[in-house]
Antibody, heavy 122, light 108 residues
Framework: EVQLWESGGGLAQPGGSLRLSCTAS????????MSWVRQAPGKGLEWVSGISSSGDNIYYADSVKGRFTISRDNSKNTQYLQMTSLRAEDTAKYYC???????????????WGRGMLVTVSS | SYVLTQPPSLSVAPGQTARVTCGGN??????VQWYQQKSGQAPVLVVYDDTDRPSGIPVRFSGSNSGNTATLTITGVEAGDEADYYCQVWDLNTDHVVFGGGTKLTVL
């Protein structure tokens, strides 16, 4: 069974930083692309970032590009999201997701963690 | 960037059929996924590659995709199907995952 466990969330001040971690089990982590998706309170899903299985290919939403950094450590079955220059609009529940390749060879989030709340407020 | 349009809400009586639509330019050329998110829970994949169901998803959930509209169909709607439903595609122009705005399904 795929399990994804997020940690590292909490309260940060505007302009501050936080690092989210996602520890995975139940599948071959080193063979799977991974993503981060967030959901602001009462709002819909917003994709944040994705990383290929090797870490060679990385993608960011325009809203976080230049401020957030995704990375992974395949030896620890863990992916990370380093968030800097945080803004009030970054307040959301952040979900870690295991990606799957679709029939066209592009990827989509297949399995999701429970999510971790990040609040940016002074 | 690629935009997916969903109706904000849909109400259906128990036992009836719910059809959740997702509009996008030539979406029929893309692979569409659907997620169910119940209140306070993480999203769950219910349809992928337009029409396939992950293991454990009831056959009541089915998908179709053609032209400019993809559709998630839930037959014999049950109270437990009440949730937000999101469609999703990959935007080849930007290499971004794109979600629709979500449809809140209410079971009357």
């Amino acid at each position: 069974e795929v399990q994804l466990w997020e940690s590292g969330g909490g309260l940060a001040q505007p302009g501050g930083s936080l690092r989210l971690s996602c520890t995975a089990s139940g599948f071959t982590f080193s063979s799977s692309a991974m993503s981060w998706v967030r959901q602001a309170p009462g709002k819909g899903l917003e994709w944040v970032s994705g990383i290929s299985s090797s870490g060679d290919n990385i993608y960011y939403a325009d809203s976080v590009k230049g401020r957030f950094t995704i990375s992974r450590d395949n030896s620890k079955n863990t992916q990370y999201l380093q968030m800097t220059s945080l803004r009030a609009e970054d307040t959301a529940k952040y979900y870690c997701a295991k990606d799957k390749e679709d029939i066209l060879g592009t990827i989509f989030p297949e399995s999701w963690g429970r999510g971790m709340l990040v609040t940016v407020s002074s | 960037s690629y935009v997916l349009t969903q109706p904000p809400s849909l109400s259906v009586a128990p036992g009836q059929t719910a059809r959740v639509t997702c509009g996008g330019n030539n979406i029929g050329r893309k692979s569409v996924q659907w997620y169910q998110q119940k209140s306070g829970q993480a999203p769950v994949l219910v349809v992928y590659d337009d029409t396939d169901r992950p293991s454990g998803i009831p056959v009541r959930f089915s998908g179709s995709n053609s032209g400019n509209t993809a559709t998630l169909t839930i037959t014999g709607v049950e109270a437990g199907d009440e949730a937000d439903y999101y469609c999703q595609v990959w935007d080849l122009n930007t290499d971004h995952v794109v979600f629709g705005g979500g449809t809140k399904l209410t079971v009357l």
